[in-house]
C-alpha cells in the first residue's frame, strides 16, 4: 500500500534511533548513580539491538561505541580491573555476533525483496492496468499488497467498452500463489470473450460460471474447492441504466452528492463456482434465470468496486473498516481522488498493515455529458 510503505519507512527511522537511545541511557545512568548501578547490561544490549534495525556498517560502529563509552565511564569512575577486561571482551564478542546476524538478516530480507518484486511483475502482466478513458467514463484502479507474505493474490479486475455496452468486472479467487492466478487468467480471458460475443450480462455471467466450474472440474486437492466472489456490472450505451449482478461479493458503491450508497442486489447469489449448491434465482448453471439489479449512473457519479481487502480490513480491536463514511463527502468527478481517499482511510484504519490484498476499481461519468434520460429503478431487480 503506498500510504502504508510511507508511514513504515517512517517507523523504520524511528526505530533506527533506538541503539543510539540506548547507548545514551546507559551513559546518563551510569553517570547518576556512578557504581551503585551497572549499566553494562544496556551497553552490551546495544549492538544486539542494532544488528536488526542497522546497516552492517552501523551494527559494527555501534559496538565499538559501546565499547568506547563504558571504557570512558570506567576511566571515570576507578582504575580498570580484571573483571572490566572480561565485560569488555564479551561486548567485543557480542559486536561480533550482532554484525554477523546482521548479515543473515540482510539475505534473509533481501529474499523477500526478491521474492515480492516478481509476484508483483506476475500480479501486473496478469492483471495490467485499466485505460483510463473507457467511453465517457474515466477509469481508475489500485492493487493494494499485503506485505506479510509475497505470494500472488487472487484479486482481479476488467473493463471493456462493447456493442451492448461498456462492461466491468471485479472479482476475488480464494487462495493464493500460482493456483489462483490460473484462476484469475481463466476468469478475465473468459470476461474478455463473453463481452464480444454474449448480448446480455445474465450471458456474461454464464459464461463466467461455466468457466469456473471448468476450471473446478480440471483441478485437483484444495484448487478444486475454489470459487470467486464477483460483480458484473454494465453501463448501457445511452448510459441511461447501470446493470449489476453480485454474485457473493461485497456491493459497489455509487459516490454522489455527498453521498455513498451501496448498491445491494435485491436477491443474493452465490459466489461464482458453487452455483449448483444453492437453489434460488441465478444460483445454478442451468437456470434461465441471473438477478440483475438496475441503478443510475448519474453524470459526475462515481461507481466503487472493490474486494474484501478492504471491507475485512480490521483495526488493532478487531474492528471491520467501513468505506460509507469516508466516501459520504463531496467529490471532484475523478475517480483517482476517491481511491485515494479510500486507500489513506484504510491505511489510517489498519495502521498500515493491511491483512489480505485488495483490489479497488472506480469509474466516474463525465460530469459534462448531456442530460440522462429517465431514471433507472434504485435497487430495481430484472431477471434474465
Request: hydrophobic residues 45%; contains cysteine.
Amino acid at each position: 500500500m503506498r500510504n502504508g510503505r510511507k508511514e513504515a519507512g517512517e517507523r523504520e527511522r524511528r526505530l533506527r534511533w533506538l541503539p543510539a537511545a540506548l547507548l545514551v541511557s546507559a551513559f546518563v545512568l551510569d553517570l547518576i548513580f556512578l557504581n551503585n548501578v551497572s549499566t553494562f547490561p544496556l551497553l552490551a544490549a546495544t549492538p544486539v539491538l542494532a544488528a536488526p534495525i542497522l546497516t552492517l556498517r552501523g551494527t559494527i560502529a555501534t559496538g565499538v561505541a559501546a565499547n568506547l563509552v563504558g571504557l570512558f565511564l570506567v576511566d571515570l569512575e576507578r582504575e580498570p580491573t580484571r573483571a572490566d577486561i572480561t565485560a569488555f571482551s564479551s561486548l567485543v564478542l557480542l559486536t561480533v555476533v550482532a554484525a554477523g546476524l546482521n548479515v543473515l538478516l540482510a539475505r534473509d530480507r533481501q529474499k523477500l525483496r526478491t521474492s515480492r518484486e516478481v509476484a508483483a511483475a506476475v500480479q501486473h502482466a496478469v492483471l495490467p492496468d485499466p485505460p483510463r478513458r473507457v467511453g465517457r467514463l474515466t477509469v481508475a484502479s489500485r492493487y493494494e499488497v499485503a506485505h506479510e507474505e509475497a505470494a500472488i493474490g487472487g484479486d482481479l479486475f476488467s473493463i471493456h467498452e462493447t456493442p451492448h455496452g461498456i462492461r466491468m468486472l471485479i472479482a476475488d479467487v480464494r487462495g493464493k500463489g500460482l493456483k489462483a492466478v490460473r484462476t484469475v487468467n481463466g476468469l478475465l480471458g473468459s470476461f474478455d470473450e463473453a463481452c464480444l460475443h454474449r448480448p446480455d450480462l445474465p450471458g456474461v455471467v454464464r459464461q463466467l460460471e461455466e468457466r469456473m466450474r471448468v476450471i473446478i472440474e480440471e483441478a485437483s486437492g484444495v484448487e478444486a474447492e475454489s470459487f470467486a466472489t464477483a460483480v458484473v456490472a454494465e453501463l448501457a450505451p445511452d448510459y441511461a441504466e447501470l446493470r449489476i449482478a453480485v454474485r457473493g461479493h461485497a456491493a459497489p458503491l455509487l459516490v454522489h452528492d455527498g453521498r455513498a450508497v451501496p448498491l445491494e442486489p435485491a436477491v443474493p447469489s452465490l459466489p461464482l463456482g458453487l452455483g449448483a449448491l444453492g437453489g434460488g434465482p441465478g444460483d445454478t448453471l442451468d437456470s434461465d434465470e441471473v438477478p440483475v439489479d438496475l441503478f443510475e449512473l448519474p453524470a459526475g457519479a462515481t461507481l466503487v468496486l472493490y474486494t474484501d481487502g478492504i471491507n475485512e480490513a480490521r483495526d488493532t480491536d478487531g474492528a471491520f473498516f467501513d468505506l460509507v463514511p469516508v466516501l459520504s463527502r463531496r467529490f471532484p468527478p475523478n475517480p483517482d481522488v476517491v481511491l485515494d481517499a479510500v486507500v489513506d482511510a484504510v491505511n489510517r484504519h489498519t495502521g498500515g498493515a493491511l491483512q489480505d490484498d485488495a483490489a479497488l476499481f472506480a469509474v466516474t461519468r463525465d460530469a459534462d455529458t448531456a442530460a440522462p434520460a429517465a431514471r433507472a429503478p434504485a435497487g430495481g431487480r430484472l431477471a434474465s
